[in-house]
């Protein structure tokens, strides 16, 4: 997400997202790694079994609808910022320096359309 805001904020632009459909849940670095740190201790402490293999969904410090998403690049940087369809947003970015995996990691989502699950945490 970060590298969006920031080539959002770069090139001036916001991807017209309103018919994107589902929900994206940021959580900083320094939250998850925590998060991760304090599991980490509280199972070597109650001596859980050593070698396995454990999964973990850290989230929720902000939850955006992906409709929403070109708002909340705006209101986030605070700036006036063009809205330009995700298609040439895409390329605008890309031509900026995004990077070419994140490229094209949007442009297929804006090509099939995917829906993006709400994350519930317990």
């Known amino acids: ?5 920031e080539y959002a904020e770069k ?3 916001i991807p017209e997202t309103s018919s994107w459909k589902g929900y994206i ?7 998850a790694a925590t998060m991760i740190v304090e ?7 109650i001596n859980s079994e050593h ?3 454990h999964h973990m969904y850290e989230a929720s410090e902000v939850e955006i609808e992906l409709s ?6 705006r209101r986030s940087i605070g700036e006036t910022l063009r809205v330009i369809s995700m298609s040439h947003w895409i390329d605008t970015v890309a ?3 995004l990077n070419p995996l994140l490229v094209a990691y949007l442009q297929r989502i804006d090509r ?5 699950l709400r994350l519930l945490l317990k």
């Open 1 to 5: 997400m970060s590298n969006l805001f």
């Open 11 to 13: 090139t001036r632009t």
């Open 25 to 31: 849940n940021t959580i900083s670095v320094e939250a």
């Open 39 to 45: 599991l980490t201790l509280k199972r070597n402490s």
């Open 51 to 53: 070698g396995l293999v």
């Open 68 to 73: 929403d998403l070109g708002a909340h690049m």
């Open 95 to 97: 031509r900026a320096g």
């Open 112 to 116: 099939e359309k995917v829906f993006f």
